[in-house]
C-alpha cells in the first residue's frame, strides 16, 4: 500500500464534494501530463457525481486528442464554480480561465509553488508529475475510476518521467503505477502507441532540429525556430516542445532549449531541459517557471532572446566550472 497524506486527499475530497459546479484548468501550451490529469480528473467527478456540473477548458491540441476533448463554456455563467488548478503555479500561465470569476481555487501541482495559493493546495515537488498526484486522489478516496482514466493517467505519468528516466521518478512514482494497473487492468503496452505515434512530418522536424542546433563551449545547445520552419514542416507550436525530450544524452549538451516564433501572438514560447544547471530560476525572469531541470517561459522579442541565451550559457559556464573545483 502507497504512503499519502491521507488529510490533504480527504480535504480535495471534501472540497469536490461541496461544489455543483467546477472548472478544471492547467497551463497554456499544454503537455501530456496537463492534459491527461485534467481530463482524468474531470471524468472522474462526472463518474462519480453525476449531477454536477464539470468542465476541463483551455485550448485543446489536436495531437492530444486521444485524451479526450476539452469542454468550450461560458466563464460568466460560472461565478460561484470552484476553480481547480492543475500542473501550474503561475497564475498568468492559467489557460482558459478569462472572465471567469469563481468563488474559490483548488490547486494540485508538482511544480515548485509561486503566486498561486488556493484555499485547499496540494504542492508535491516530489512527484514526478500531476498525473502521479490525481492517480494518488483518485486510489485513495471515494472518487471513481474507469479504463480510460487510467489509462490517461498512466500516460501522463510516463510521459512527464520520460518513461521513468528523470531523477523526479521516485519508488512511491512506481507503487502508484502497481496500483492504477492492478485495480483497473490496463493495457499499458498497447497505450504507448498513442504516446510516441508520430507523423513523417514530425520525425523530419525533427531532424531538422537536431541538424540545425547551435551548441556553445559550455554546453548549451539552443535553436530559434521561425515560424515560417514551422509552417513549412507542416507541424503545429506544440511540436518543438513534444520533441524536447528527445534530445536527452547528447554528450556535449548540458542544457538545450528551443525557443518557437508564435507569429499569432508576436511571442516566443521555450522550452528547456537540464542535465545539471538549474534552470527555472532562468525561465522565470523571463515569463516562465517550472522544474529545476525542465522548465518553459515565454519571451517577447529578439533583445531577450539573446539575453535568455546568455543567462543559460552562463549558468552552464558556472556549472562546468563548479563540477571541475569539485574533482579537485
Known amino acids: 500500500m502507497v504512503i499519502i497524506n491521507n488529510n490533504i486527499i480527504k480535504k480535495i475530497y471534501k472540497k469536490i464534494k ?14 501530456p501530463d ?6 482524468a480528473l474531470r471524468d472522474s467527478i462526472r463518474l462519480t457525481f453525476p449531477t454536477k456540473e464539470c468542465f476541463a477548458v483551455g485550448v485543446g ?26 500542473d501550474v503555479p503561475n497564475l498568468h500561465r492559467v489557460d482558459g480561465i478569462d472572465n471567469l470569476k469563481y468563488k474559490e481555487i483548488l490547486k494540485i501541482d508538482h511544480h515548485p509553488a509561486e503566486d498561486i495559493k488556493g484555499n485547499v ?23 471513481k475510476l474507469d479504463l480510460k482514466i487510467a489509462g490517461n493517467l498512466y500516460l501522463g505519468i510516463v510521459s512527464d518521467s520520460d518513461r521513468f528516466l528523470l531523477p523526479y521518478t521516485t519508488t512511491k512514482t512506481f507503487k502508484i503505477v502497481e496500483e492504477l494497473i492492478k485495480k483497473s487492468k490496463i493495457d499499458f503496452t498497447s ?11 514530425e520525425v523530419r522536424f525533427q531532424g531538422f532540429l537536431a541538424t540545425n542546433m547551435n551548441i556553445t563551449e559550455n554546453g548549451l545547445g539552443y535553436l530559434v ?5 514551422i509552417k513549412e514542416y507542416n507541424v503545429d507550436l506544440a511540436t518543438p516542445s513534444n520533441l524536447i525530450n528527445n534530445f536527452n544524452f547528447i554528450r556535449e549538451v548540458l542544457v538545450w532549449t528551443f525557443i518557437s516564433e508564435d507569429a499569432k501572438n508576436k511571442v516566443y514560447k521555450v522550452s528547456i531541459r537540464s542535465h545539471g544547471p538549474i534552470i527555472n530560476k532562468i525561465a522565470s525572469k523571463y515569463n516562465g517557471g517550472g522544474h529545476k531541470y525542465a522548465s518553459g517561459a515565454k519571451i517577447m ?15 552552464c559556464e558556472e556549472y562546468k566550472r563548479a563540477s571541475i573545483s569539485n574533482i579537485k
Open 18 to 31: 461541496e461544489y455543483n459546479k467546477i472548472i478544471i484548468a492547467r497551463h497554456v501550451g499544454p503537455d
Open 34 to 39: 496537463a492534459i491527461a490529469s485534467q481530463i
Open 61 to 86: 491540441v489536436s495531437k492530444f486528442k486521444y485524451y479526450g476533448i476539452l469542454d468550450k463554456i461560458d466563464n460568466e455563467k460560472y461565478s460561484n464554480s470552484l476553480l481547480i488548478v492543475l
Open 121 to 143: 493546495d496540494w504542492t508535491l515537488e516530489t512527484a514526478c508529475s500531476t498525473c502521479q498526484m490525481i492517480a494518488d486522489l483518485i486510489l485513495h478516496s471515494p472518487l
Open 191 to 201: 497505450l504507448y502507441n498513442y504516446l510516441y505515434d508520430r507523423s513523417i512530418d
Open 225 to 229: 525556430i521561425p515560424a515560417e520552419k
Open 301 to 315: 522579442n529578439e533583445e531577450e532572446i539573446n539575453n535568455f541565451i546568455k543567462d543559460l550559457d552562463t549558468a
